[in-house]
């Protein structure tokens, strides 16, 4: 009970400090998620994972404040960079900000002990899926080595967090895809190498999408 009192004073705090997203279409208090919830989420909001909020600077090239008016489905997605941790490739999304040309970002970032960072508000568009930036939330994971496969935290965190942004967003686990499914990019890597792998993610993710319900 009183989780959800200082819940309400974060979101309060939120919307004061940026009334000018707000007025923008953007700062949605649901959007970025911030607050001090547990693994177990509260009672308005079961099951929605630890997340460590580090948005990234608005920029043209990781953070254009695009607003995502719609979310059709969830893409999974690897770093293809084994070893890098979630911090450095949130990182490295800000660093484009200082304009490589690359345009390249994710809404969330898992790293290998299963820890979560949200880089991008939920009502907005991230440059991670090509022709499904536009209606999709992206999840981007590391992973130690070259076969790409999760390390058993950041599998259960990914479970964990594609459930609860199914629920919370109303995407059936149909609309869970890999970045392999809209462009043929080997990504996730494992996922696309072991097609029963991908299955059985899936039915996990039902699963514990059930246990919220
Ligand atoms: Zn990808």
New binding site residues.
Partial sequence: MGLGVIAAGVIIAVAVINPGRLAGGYGESEGIFTGTFGGDGTAEDPGRPELDVQLLTPNEFSRPQIALEQINGI?V??T?NPGTTAQENRDYFEGLKDGSGTYASSHFVIGMDGEIIQCIPSTEISY??NDRNSDTLSI?CCHPDESGQFTEATYQSLVNLTAWLCSHFDVPVDSVIR?YDVTG?E??KYFVDHEDAWEQFRKDVAAREAELA
Avoid: D
Wanted: glycine share 10%; proline share 9%.
């Fill in positions: 893409v997605h690897y293809g991670a899926s981007e970045h990019k990504c996730p």
